[in-house]
């Protein structure tokens, strides 16, 4: 019956076994390639819990209009939050806080439940723009904030179903939503972002083609809303 031999093994100079290395370990007893995969781990994690936040500050900084020339509307800055205070009421003579609509991107007109021709303008505008976004549209939420009592034609709800039409305090209204030196807030279209900032006001007598793209710009650049 043959024999095999053991295996000899290496020896250093001095002829002392030498030992097989092992991967490195740190202190903790982890070993350090399980380490590395851990800390870019936290990093992708990191990345992409921000990535809504940078989108939202390219936004702001990118589309930012350059001498008038890259954004239509005019921007609104420091940013103006939906104040906590200011509250709106329904058909259904629930009142609750404007607030409560943040989350899409608001397109709001001011005007009283009269409703004349430029306030049926402005209305018809917004539903143009919004409709015209496409697979978007669901992201935009046109508003029509009422300044007074007066009762809204079934003519009007019926040609703007989908436009929230809301009464509030135009003291308080006006306080939130700047105009001009020759404008009042009626006479505008403002544009408000999901996080509920006050973001955008386009001028009187606005070219509803250059708002839609505005507003495609920013559903373009911004994942949130």
């Known amino acids: 019956m043959s024999t095999q031999t053991p295996p000899t093994p290496q020896t250093g100079r001095s002829g002392a076994p030498v030992r097989a290395s092992r991967p490195s370990t740190p202190a903790g007893g982890r070993p350090k390639g399980s380490w590395q995969r851990g800390r870019w781990t936290l990093l992708l994690i990191a990345i992409v819990c921000a990535a ?31 104040p906590a205070g200011l509250m709106v009421t329904g058909d259904d003579g629930r009142s ?32 143009q723009v919004r409709a015209t976004q496409g697979a978007e549209r669901g992201r935009v939420v046109t508003v029509w904030l009422r300044t007074d009592d007066a009762p809204v034609s079934g ?26 030196d020759a404008t009042q807030d009626t006479d505008h279209i403002y544009l408000v972002d999901p996080n509920g900032n006050l973001m955008m006001r386009f001028p009187e007598h606005a070219d509803p083609s250059k708002i839609k793209s505005d507003i495609s710009k920013l559903l373009k650049w911004s994942s949130i809303g």
Do not use: N
């Not at 939202?56 to 020339?69: A, C, D, E, L, N």
């Not at 179903?161 to 209204?173: G, S």
């Open 52 to 82: 809504p936040i940078a989108l939202s500050y390219f936004t702001y900084y990118v589309i930012k209009p350059k001498g008038g020339t890259t954004s239509y509307g005019t921007l609104i800055e420091p940013q103006r939050p939906i």
């Open 96 to 127: 609750v806080p404007l607030a409560t609509l943040r989350g899409h991107w608001l397109m709001i007109s001011v005007d009283g439940g009269a409703c004349g021709e430029p306030c049926v303008t402005k209305l018809y505008f917004m539903r």
């Open 155 to 180: 003519v009007i709800k019926a040609a703007y179903p989908d436009t929230r039409m809301l009464r509030t305090d135009p003291a308080a209204l006006a306080q939130w939503l700047p105009a001009t």
